[in-house]
T-cell receptor
Framework: ETGVTQTPRHLVMGMTNKKSLKCEQH?????MYWYKQSAKKPLELMFVYNFKEQTENNSVPSRFSPECPNSSHLFLHLHTLQPEDSALYLCASSPLGLTSGGLSTEETQYFGPGTRLLVL | AQKVTQAQTEISVVEKEDVTLDCVYE???????LFWYKQPPSGELVFLIR??????QNEISGRYSWNFQKSTSSFNFTITASQVVDSAVYFC??????????????FGKGTKLTVNP
């Protein structure tokens, strides 16, 4: 399998449930990202991980808890969500410091297909 | 503050027409990168192009072309001879440097393009 994959593709959960979103990248990248895409807002960055370390938290509520056990996997743990958290959650990865012929590769982000979340 | 504006919310054209999607950006940085992504109904954001702030050459890739003009802070995207498969939401984005060397993307709100047969 290639590229960036996300599971599940669709998720319906109640406000008291706990669930996790999974992202896996097969590109050998070192940076991974979570974005939220709501119906009426632009895509918003949530978290950034570089070499498994969280480097950005864009003021995300604590009911969203990311985890990055290695450079290929990224999770988003969800608990006690609100209906307004319903959105498409997109994962992305980028090379970060990978070199080819002595030159740094460009930090283009490649996205997964997203998990469409509905909170009831 | 960094910002990306895509003033066209929705555009509808007939197949084989040319269509231009507008993108205007704001940044105080002298070094930045601009992107276009395509989001078909399946949801995945597909990377189309990355352009750095020092390269104002226009780019052409098949039916796609991009016009980058720093004087007007614009990075417009033209599809020539549009096809039904071009129907998607198109996002323009600007990078911000992030800690640790990665980059944060600031997206516009997107332009929904519908190409009718």
């Amino acid at each position: 399998e290639t590229g960036v994959t996300q599971t599940p593709r669709h998720l319906v959960m109640g406000m008291t449930n706990k669930k996790s979103l999974k992202c896996e990248q097969h590109l050998g990248h070192n940076a991974m990202y979570w974005y939220k895409q709501s119906a009426k807002k632009p895509l918003e960055l949530m978290f950034v991980y570089n070499f498994k370390e969280q480097t950005e938290n864009n003021s995300v509520p604590s009911r969203f808890s990311p985890e990055c056990p290695n450079s290929s996997h990224l999770f988003l743990h969800l608990h006690t969500l609100q209906p307004e958290d319903s959105a498409l959650y997109l994962c992305a990865s980028s090379p970060l410091g990978l070199t080819s012929g002595g030159l740094s590769t460009e930090e283009t982000q490649y996205f997964g297909p997203g998990t469409r979340l509905l909170v009831l | 503050a960094q910002k990306v504006t895509q003033a066209q919310t929705e555009i509808s054209v007939v197949e084989k027409e040319d269509v231009t999607l507008d993108c205007v950006y704001e940044t105080r940085d002298t070094t930045y990168y601009l992107f276009w992504y395509k989001q078909p109904p399946s949801g995945e954001l597909v990377f189309l192009i990355r352009r750095n702030s020092f390269d104002e050459q226009n780019e052409i890739s098949g039916r796609y072309s991009w016009n980058f003009q720093k004087s007007t802070s614009s990075f417009n995207f033209t599809i020539t001879a549009s096809q039904v498969v071009d129907s998607a939401v198109y996002f323009c984005a600007l990078t911000l440097p992030a800690q640790g060397g990665s980059e944060k993307l600031v997206f516009g709100k997107g332009t929904k393009l519908t190409v009718n047969p």
